[in-house]
């Protein structure tokens, strides 16, 4: 198994039901591989070794051709291994979220589908780009963006 980082493998990474299901081809190449050795360095470690909480990331490194089948957009970072969705049981995705914000660099934080009387809704998605790190940070849920605070 091909390790990323100390908690977090390229399967996982990787790992897709669509693709499986729809015999979409979803294996990265070199750049995306070092992209996501990257996103788990600076993102993804930091996040289990402050909760101490194993996770594992619902969607990581996308092909193009998984990200049109699911309707995401060309541009999408997960297409080149630079984003990742993740929650962490038991810990509300909002406090996930804020925390990153504070505590990381990163390029873009958004909270999504996340409502407010139910703390594990929605997910938390984080990119990493190590050329040019925004630190924008949002939520959306469905319809609207806002800041996140």
Request: glycine share 6%; with cysteine; aromatic share 8%.
């Amino acid at each position: 198994m091909t390790r990323l980082s100390t908690h977090f493998s390229l399967k996982e990474l990787t790992r897709s039901e669509t693709a499986v299901r729809k015999g979409i081809n979803n294996e990265p190449k070199e750049r995306e591989i070092e992209n996501l050795k990257l996103l788990c360095e600076n993102i993804l470690e930091p996040v289990r070794v402050h909760y101490g909480i194993p996770f594992a990331p619902s969607s990581g490194f996308r092909s193009l051709n998984l990200n049109r089948e699911i309707g995401s957009s060309d541009r999408s970072q997960h297409v080149k291994g630079q984003a990742v969705d993740f929650e962490i049981p038991g810990v509300p995705n909002l406090e996930v979220a804020l925390w990153v914000k504070e505590n990381l660099e990163y390029d873009q934080l958004i909270l999504e589908f996340y409502k407010k009387d139910v703390p594990d809704s929605g997910w938390v998605h984080c990119s990493y780009d190590q050329e040019r790190n925004r630190k924008e940070s949002k939520r959306f849920d469905g319809k609207t963006w806002s800041s996140l605070s």
